[in-house]
């Protein structure tokens, strides 16, 4: 377990998949729900390039933090050979639900509107980065 390349690897699938499912549900809202400011910038002007920017910088986000959290999966990984399981490491799992946590206090503050919409999301994050991450960790090292 010693090629950082492989750890990355994981972390990019699933910064991937969390950037795919959080702009999916962004564009959705939106869509059908855009904010006030939104709705007043598109009439005086063009919000693509805002939008595409945005679009950019989060996805790229979501990567930059997925390969943290994959590296520190394998940080956290109690034996030499760990198995495919709900939680290969409860220690990283920690980690996600405090993150999780700590992400969610400022979204249901500044988003209290959209409180399913959130809850939604966080489950989805928490499935991604607690689950899926450190599984994908032990997988591709163990090829």
Same mark, same amino acid.
């Given at each position: &377990?010693?090629? #950082?390349?492989?750890?990355?690897?994981?972390?990019?699938?699933?910064?991937?998949? &969390?950037? &795919?499912?959080?702009?999916? +549900?962004?564009? $959705?809202l939106?869509v059908? +729900? #855009?904010?006030?400011?939104?709705?007043?910038?598109?009439?005086?002007? @063009?919000?693509?390039?805002?939008? @595409?920017? *945005?679009?950019?910088? @989060?996805?790229?986000?979501?990567?930059?933090? *997925? %390969?943290? &959290? *994959?590296?520190?999966? $394998? *940080?956290?990984?109690?034996?030499?050979?760990?198995?495919?399981?709900?939680?290969?490491?409860?220690?990283?799992?920690?980690?996600?639900?405090?993150? @999780?946590?700590? %992400?969610?206090? /400022?979204?249901? %503050? !500044?988003?209290?509107?959209?409180?399913?919409?959130? %809850?939604?999301?966080?489950?989805? !994050?928490l499935?991604?980065?607690?689950?899926?991450? /450190?599984?994908?960790?032990?997988?591709? +090292?163990?090829?």
């Amino acid at each position: &377990m010693d090629d #950082p390349l492989r750890t990355v690897v994981a972390g990019l699938i699933g910064g991937a998949l &969390m950037g &795919m499912s959080f702009m999916t +549900h962004m564009a $959705l809202l939106l869509v059908y +729900h #855009p904010p006030e400011v939104l709705k007043k910038r598109a009439v005086e002007s @063009t919000v693509s390039s805002l939008i @595409t920017v *945005a679009s950019v910088i @989060t996805f790229v986000s979501w990567n930059l933090l *997925a %390969i943290a &959290m *994959a590296f520190a999966a $394998l *940080a956290t990984q109690s034996s030499d050979q760990p198995q495919v399981s709900v939680a290969p490491s409860p220690v990283y799992l920690f980690i996600a639900m405090f993150l @999780t946590v700590f %992400i969610a206090i /400022p979204a249901f %503050i !500044f988003f209290r509107d959209r409180k399913q919409h959130l %809850i939604g999301e966080l489950l989805i !994050f928490l499935v991604i980065f607690g689950l899926l991450i /450190p599984n994908l960790v032990v997988v591709v +090292h163990r090829t």
